[in-house]
């Protein structure tokens, strides 16, 4: 079992900067990958991020490359995500996800054993 905490996102101006985390807890979060996703008033849950066990492996949804960078250390059991540059269209809830057996950190959600109870980001414009 692995249980996921998120602290409360925010509201940001257009153009501004947010980081999120992500606590983990209950399994070594050292061997377990993890992602973030999003989802919009009306849209379907979207992969934003994805980061292996060792960091070495870093995947991200091309709306966010270049401003988004998803990172994470092992000794605080703790994933985060620095947004920046943000935009209207980034306004969501975002959720954490892990992925117990640590080999996968993309963008289908179903290989997520994993989910934190989610965070608004809103980003006005």
């Known amino acids: 079992q692995v249980q996921l905490v998120q602290p409360g996102g925010g509201l940001v101006q257009a153009g501004g900067s947010l980081r999120l985390s992500c606590a983990a807890s209950?399994?070594?979060?050292?061997?377990?990958?993890m992602a973030w996703f999003r989802q919009a008033p009306g849209k379907e849950r979207e992969f934003v991020a994805g980061i292996s066990w060792s960091s070495i492996n870093t995947y991200y949804t091309d709306s966010v490359k270049g401003r988004f960078t998803i990172s994470r250390d092992n000794a605080k059991n703790t994933v985060y995500l620095q947004m920046s540059s943000l935009k209207s269209e980034d306004t969501a809830v975002y959720y954490c996800?892990?992925?117990?057996?640590?080999?996968?950190?993309?963008?289908?959600?179903?290989?997520?054993?994993?989910w934190g109870q989610g965070t608004q980001v809103t980003v006005s414009s």
């Open positions: 209950g399994r070594t979060f050292s061997r377990i990958s």
């Open positions: 996800a892990a992925n117990e057996g640590g080999y996968y950190s993309g963008y289908n959600a179903y290989a997520y054993d994993y």
